[in-house]
């Protein structure tokens, strides 16, 4: 099960692990329809944590597809229990621009795919660097998931979207689990084009695996669909397991 479902439910079920935070809500913008740059989408209080560009919707220009961050003091909460003291609770807003002339027309803007940042004893799931990339027509999102206390589990979610049928739909998605204490390791890969699910199971000590391969009964669905991208295939409520 995804480490992220077993930290909470761990830090709701032991408040000695973890206090009850009092999370501001999260307020959502509505970005401009055009822009000179990705950094001219962001609004008042918000910065580009990350970009990349790449030609997604086929016409040979080169889109751009961007993280937003909120930069507001009042979604840094203090924290007395365990994990970090000081928890950045900002939210984050994914977006795609269509290179358009002198400069881009928004496409997409999404703030499912890519949690808060709420539980103090985990890892931020984003990281600008290397977090973002554009290949072969589609953008991916990688997303880690590491706990300081309450379980073995580590791992990341990998999830790709492409421009079809006149919307950026999940075509393909990779979750990795690492039990940290034995060395096993699973690795849920779907690709939702060809409607092909395949597990490796195996051991980060060895290079032995078990793979088993099954096929989709759904393929490819709007991003807004997805919800958040490393709840994504899990079974947690609203995220069923992959069909």
């Known amino acids: 099960m995804q480490i992220r479902i077993l930290a909470l439910a761990l830090m709701s079920a ?26 001219a989408f962001a609004p008042p209080g918000w910065t580009i944590e990350a970009q990349a560009t790449g030609d ?11 993280v937003l961050h909120e930069r507001n003091p009042a979604n840094i909460v203090a924290n007395e229990g365990l994990g970090t003291a000081q928890l950045d609770t900002n939210p984050r807003i994914l977006g795609v621009g269509f290179r358009d002339g002198d400069g881009y027309t928004l496409a997409l803007q999404n703030h499912t795919v890519i949690p808060r940042h709420t539980a103090p004893v985990l890892d931020d799931p984003f990281d600008g660097e290397g977090g973002l990339t554009v290949a072969r027509g589609a953008f991916s999102v990688t997303l880690r998931s590491f706990s300081s206390a309450g379980s073995w589990e580590m791992g990341d979610a990998t999830l790709a979207f492409r ?14 689990v690492v039990k940290r204490n034995t060395g096993e390791e699973t690795v849920h890969s779907a690709n939702f084009s060809t409607r092909v699910l395949e597990v490796r199971e195996g051991s980060i000590e060895h290079d032995r695996q078990q793979v088993t391969r099954r096929t989709l009964k759904k393929g490819a669905r709007a991003i807004d669909e ?10 947690a409520p609203g995220h069923p397991q992959i069909e």
């Open 56 to 66: 997604l919707d086929g016409d040979g220009d080169a889109d751009v597809v961007f």
């Open 14 to 39: 032991c408040p000695a692990l973890a206090q009850e935070l009092a999370m501001p809500p999260a307020a959502y913008p509505l970005l401009a329809d055009f822009a000179l740059d990705a950094g």
């Open 226 to 235: 997805v919800g958040d991208g490393l709840l994504f295939g899990t079974g």
């Open 163 to 176: 421009w079809q049928n006149g919307r950026f739909e999940l075509i393909g998605w990779e979750r990795t």
